[in-house]
């Protein structure tokens, strides 16, 4: 086992909720893992309450156990920015990482890390989810500029984010690396036994949206794709399990228009981890209808599940969904995903794609992730 040294990671983790953080805590886990003194620096006010669309940015899940987790940053108090910085600063770890995910955030990292970076001794390099955001704002390329020149080297989950990093740098490191699997929602149970957990019908079939729900998400393309004639004659409903982030009223009248209020069932409550598991399970396919992507942690919890996948071919998602292996790659459009839907219950292809995504998912350790860290900043794979 090989230490890479004091690492710190700055970013969501528990008490917080949600994708970013479960992200996080498993990379940090992971260095832990290799013999690495590592921890997380999150955040003691993470939004203001007027800027998250959200019910609750707190977990009711135990903290994650073995991982140091030291709540102190607050996105919007400069003064905190700077005590944060200088206490990073006379720490002096070998290694930061900062997942960078949107331009708000910007001012905060930037400031702690060019205080760090005064130390002359730590590397400092940035996992980007998004340099340009799905949902533009005013400013949003001056921030993420910003925050670019604060670093050393970068990290991206999808090729279409790389080439957008070089359109503000080229000359840092960049490294592409897929998104690691989501290996940490615990092992597989029946189909059989996860619809009896969530109280459902063990004859229909289930298709699953997973996630929180924006308008760039597509949900709406996959309710459309339901009032599909061919859809309709089979047993196969929608399960819809994540809380909504946009307005509500869209997407029930689509639900309304097509009669689909028997068809789709909406959980709309943030499914904490210790449900994930039930969700995957129970599904017999997982449908991505993004409009717009980059990566999508989504895909790597199905991956863990050995769960098929419908993505639609858009940013960075069918670079690890190989259409007609793992599942379908289509268009945007409801009419190509009911299509696709129709197709891989008409010809029977769970247990083939199943099958395949066993072996495809080997591709996405976190140990990959790890090296293309030390690639970013410089240093041979360990």
Request: net charge positive.
């Amino acid at each position: 086992m090989t230490s890479r040294g004091r690492v710190v990671l700055i970013g969501s983790a528990h008490p917080l909720r949600g994708g970013l953080a479960t992200f996080n805590e498993r990379l940090i886990c992971e260095y832990r893992k290799e013999g690495s003194e590592a921890s997380i620096y999150t955040f003691t006010l993470q939004y203001p309450s007027l800027l998250f669309p959200g019910k609750t940015q707190y977990s009711t899940e135990p903290p994650p156990k073995d991982i140091p987790i030291f709540v102190r940053i607050n996105s919007i108090n400069p003064f905190n920015w700077i005590r944060v910085g200088l206490t990073l600063k006379n720490q002096r770890p070998d290694l930061v990482i900062v997942k960078y995910w949107m331009p708000f955030m910007a001012p905060c990292f930037s400031i702690i890390c060019r205080i760090i970076k005064k130390n002359h001794h730590t590397k400092i390099i940035s996992i980007v989810d998004n340099i340009i955001p799905h949902e533009k704002r005013l400013g949003d390329r001056i921030l993420s500029g910003f925050w670019v020149r604060s670093v050393d080297g970068f990290v991206a989950m999808s090729r279409s984010v790389l080439k957008d990093l070089e359109s503000f740098d080229s000359e840092k490191p960049k490294i592409y690396c897929p998104h690691p699997l989501y290996d940490n929602f615990g092992d597989a149970v029946s189909k059989q036994e996860a619809k009896k957990r969530l109280n459902l019908d063990p004859g229909t079939r289930y298709v699953l949206f997973f996630g929180f729900i924006r308008d760039y998400k597509g949900l709406d393309l996959l309710l459309k794709a339901f009032g599909d004639n061919n859809l309709r004659q089979k047993k196969i409903k929608l399960l819809v399990a994540g809380e909504f982030y946009c307005d509500t009223k869209p997407y029930k009248e689509i639900i309304a228009h097509n009669h689909l209020e028997d068809t789709v069932i909406m959980n709309n409550d943030f499914i904490p981890d210790s449900q994930v598991v039930n969700y995957f399970c129970a599904s017999d396919l997982v449908v991505q209808p993004y409009k717009s992507a980059t990566q999508s942690g989504v895909t790597q919890i199905a991956y863990h599940f050995n769960k098929p996948m419908i993505i639609t071919d858009v940013g960075g998602l069918a670079e690890i969904v190989p259409h007609e292996k793992v599942g379908y790659v289509v268009a945007p459009e409801p009419e190509k995903i009911a299509k696709a839907i129709n197709r891989y219950f008409d010809e029977n292809r769970e247990a083939e794609f199943s099958k395949n995504t066993a072996v495809e998912k080997t591709l996405y350790s976190w140990g990959r992730m790890l090296e293309a860290i030390d690639q970013a900043s410089g240093k041979k794979n360990q």
